[in-house]
Every structure is written in C-alpha cells, then in structure tokens.
C-alpha cells in the first residue's frame, strides 16, 4: 500500500514538474500546441563550421589571456525561422580555447544574460575555487576572473555551464565550446593537427524541433525520467551538416555534448578508424576498430584514413538511424602524417596503492534521482578526502531496482546514467568484472554506467577544494543526482 502511495506520488510530481519546465526554450509556456517535426527539413545540407580559435591576448607564451561573454544570440537552425539562443561571444556555442601545459591561464567572464550561469571547465585539473561549479556564481552583468596553472596532458576538454538546477536548459540553449590542451608529447607525433583543416572538431548535440524549426523543451514524461532526447542532430550548432574532405587522414576531435543522448559513432561505409584518445589524453596506442560509444560529456579523438576511398565518396559518420555528418571526399593532396604505433606513456596508479574504498549508488528516475539516497544539498559535503591520497571508487547504477511500474514497467526500456567528477582523472579499473576495453584504458573524467553495472576506477587527489560528483545526464543533476566532495 505505501508503495502504491509512493508511485502515485512520484507520478503526480513528474506530472506538475513537467509542465512547470516544458515548452519552447524561446518562451512558450504550453505545449498543447506543439507539433514535433518528422524530418521534414533532412534534404537541406550545410557545410560544417568550425568553431574559431579565440586568440590568446598575451603575448608571453607562458601565460594565456582570453574574454568571454555570455550573452542572448538569434540563430536560424532552419532558413527563416530565427529563435533565441544562448552563446559565447556570439548567438551559439564559443570558441575553442587552446592551452598548453605549464601555462598560467587568466579568463575574464561577463555575463550579459537576464539570468545567473558558471562556467565550469569540464576535463581541467584545476583547484574548487576556480572550477565553475554550482558555487561560482556569475550574476547577471557580473564578471568573474579565475586564474589556474595548466598541468595535466595534451587532451580535448570543454566548457559549459554548471548552475544549480540550471545546467541542462542553458547547455540546451546552446552554452557549450571546446578545449585543447597541448603538450611536448603532442607536439613530437606526427598526426593530423592543423585545426579546422585535418584536425575538425565535432560537438554533437541533438534537438527537438517543432514542424515551424523551432527548438522545444521537455515536451514529454520520457524527458523527465530519462533525459532530453532530441529528434534533430546539430553538430557545431548545424543541422544537416556536410564535410568536403581530401583523400587524408583527418583527426576528428568528438564531443557529445548533448543533455541525454548515447552515440555510438560508426561510419556508414564500416570504414574502420583508429582512436587515439580518452576524455584525459593520449591512449598508449591507437586502438582500430569500427565504433566508439560516448555518453554525455565523454570526448574521443579518432584518426580516419580517406586515402584509399575512390573520388567522389560519400560515407555518413553515424549513430543508429542518425546521420549525423555527411562526408563528401574527393582531391589528392599529400599526406605527410602517420598512425603512429605508440602514442604516450600513461603512469598508471597500481592498484595496491589504493588507501580505500568509496562506493556511489546511482539511484531512481525522474525527480526522485538521488545518489547514494541523498539528492544534492550545496550545503553538505558528502565525501572529505585527504589531498595526495589515492583511493578507489566504486560506482553502480541500481535505478530501476524495486521501482515497480516507475522502473522498467510504464516507463520501459535501460535506465542509463553516467559519472562525472570534477578536478580529478581516473583510470577505469573494473566493468562488470572485466577489464575495460581498449577503448577506456586512457585517463577519464566521465564513465558510463549501465542499469545494474558496477564499474570501479582509480584516482588520485592533487587539487584542494570542493568539487562536484555527479550524473552528466544534464536533467538527472539538476534533479539532485549530484553529490559534494572535499579534498583538504
């Protein structure tokens, strides 16, 4: 009998919450009268953007000096149909910031927005005072200036923002831009790394749009329990996007920045590819094959050969009925670049170092999302952790476990989430049983986790502070699936 009380209750709930939040992100408040697009608009093609390189204003090459503003932009995903956006120093997503390893890093953020948002550097080893999470705040018309030393390897990181109960619909709105992290190591390998010519970088994210192209949000119960799913692939803010490639090898530095969605990145043709990095940097060597599943906020950077594909290919990079870049190949311009057979060298943590154990139940739907059966609180530390321990975490998704009709019964299907931690790396050490596959066995920030998986990783801590643990399905943290830990 509790228990039915209980269903009903979280039922009503989702019921209320939903139409609270739900309608166009431009600001309809209703969407009795929405009508969802069927792919209507899938014959126009656009060519791929690339986000600019935001120039660094010092003029010493150990420091770095870069502005941001956050402000309010019109973007027409569909010709004649301009909606409201969010961006970085334009109407949608930002530049990509470029840093280097043992530089000293200074950022001016100015938040032009009606409305609070952080910027939190997502993938940066950076102290808790500088991360950008949920306690630095950015009011409207307030300016924020962290300052952090780069010391960690040549990666692919991100930024967006992380505010209270705030991240998923502003992310949605389209605050989101690329990092990358250079080093001596990165500099000495000989592969595609001329930005925005062989070395394209690809955020993916997805959208539901209307019949009229115009972006809607939470429009249904499934996006209350599972997360914002998207009817319409954007990559670098761009529906129907299209890549005129050379017959080379091109790097392609993948973000799934979207709010929910799962890919799994295969091309059309089955053309195999060599991925050479995990969220924190080089894998140790190339790792061929012929997909790469990332859940939201995971990066990839994989290296894919044209060279052999007769003039005038066209292959599809996809994820299940998702065609989400068009690559059309032609020319034959010289290749001077390699596959390398060793990449970097990866200091693991052995395991006997480890000084103890902590474990994170991943529980419930909707929400009633909660870790370890508490939902965030900005006022409780969960976890204090001694600085320059090392310890190993053991993670599990449990949700769907006892929920009766609110499980796998009226809402159906795998209950997924994933986990994210701030200002550290781990390494995976532990899925299911098994060792991971080549495919995890780099550095990571951010793990997917199945319904009833339990995955263990390894960490050490070297940066003092308050740092977030936390689902990086956006809609699950700001339902509270989101915890607080203290290294000091």
């Not at 948002?117 to 950076?126: E, I, N, P």
């Not at 749009?209 to 939470?218: K, L």
């Not at 209950?415 to 060792?435: K, P, S």
């Amino acid at each position: 009998m509790k228990k039915n009380i209980f269903i009903l209750i979280m039922f009503f709930s989702i019921i209320i919450t939903l139409f609270c939040r739900a309608g166009n992100v431009n600001g309809r408040d209703s969407v009795s009268d929405i009508k969802i697009a069927d792919y209507e608009y899938s014959e126009i093609e656009n060519p791929l953007p690339v986000p600019p390189l935001l120039k660094n204003s010092s003029t010493d090459p150990l420091k770095a000096s870069f502005s941001l503003t956050v402000q309010k932009g019109l973007t027409e995903f569909f010709k004649g149909t301009g909606v409201i956006t969010y961006g970085y120093n334009g109407s949608l997503l930002g530049p990509t910031l470029r840093f280097r390893r043992g530089q000293s890093v200074d950022i001016s953020v100015k938040n032009s927005l009606n409305e609070v948002t952080t910027v939190h550097w997502h993938g940066m080893l950076v102290p808790g005072d500088v991360d950008g999470g949920p306690h630095q705040i950015i009011k409207s018309g307030g300016l924020w200036h962290p300052a952090f030393k780069v010391n960690q390897p040549a990666a692919t990181a991100w930024y967006h923002p992380h505010g209270l109960g705030t991240t998923a619909v502003q992310v949605y709105k389209g605050l989101a831009g690329l990092i990358i992290i250079d080093d001596e190591v990165s500099d000495k390998l000989n592969i595609p790394k001329n930005y925005g010519v062989n070395d394209i970088p690809l955020i993916v994210q997805d959208r539901r749009f209307t019949s009229e192209g115009v972006p809607v949000y939470m429009t249904s119960m499934h996006d209350m329990m599972q997360g914002m799913l998207g009817n319409t692939i954007l990559v670098n803010g761009t529906v129907n996007p299209v890549l005129k490639a050379e017959r080379i090898r091109y790097r392609f530095r993948i973000l799934n920045g979207s709010n929910a969605r799962v890919y799994d990145f295969r091309f059309s043709s089955g053309l195999k590819f060599h991925q050479i990095t995990t969220d924190g940097g080089f894998l140790e060597k190339p790792y061929y094959t012929e997909s790469i599943r990332l859940s939201p906020g995971e990066r990839a950077e994989i290296i894919a050969d044209f060279s052999e594909l007769k003039e005038g290919s066209i292959l599809y990079l996809k994820s299940g009925n998702f065609d989400i870049l068009k690559i059309v190949v032609s020319g034959t311009q010289k290749d001077i670049t390699v596959i390398p057979e060793e990449l970097a060298r990866i200091d693991r943590i052995p395991l006997e170092k480890s000084q103890g154990d902590r474990y994170f139940s991943l529980q419930g739907m909707g929400p009633g999302v909660n870790i370890n059966g508490k939902q965030f609180n900005p006022y409780r530390i969960d976890e204090n952790i001694k600085y320059d321990s090392v310890e190993t975490w053991h993670i599990r998704n449990v949700s769907g476990m006892g929920m009766g009709m609110m499980g796998g019964g009226m809402m159906g299907g795998n209950v997924l989430h994933n986990f994210h931690a701030h200002g550290i790396q781990f390494m995976i050490t532990d899925r299911g049983g098994r060792i991971p596959s080549p495919s995890e066995q780099g550095w990571k920030d951010t793990v997917l986790i199945e319904q009833n998986e339990d995955v263990s990783v390894i960490v050490r801590f070297l940066y003092k502070g308050v740092f977030m643990y936390h689902c990086h399905i956006l809609e699950h943290e700001d339902n509270g699936m989101m915890g607080q830990f203290k290294v000091n």
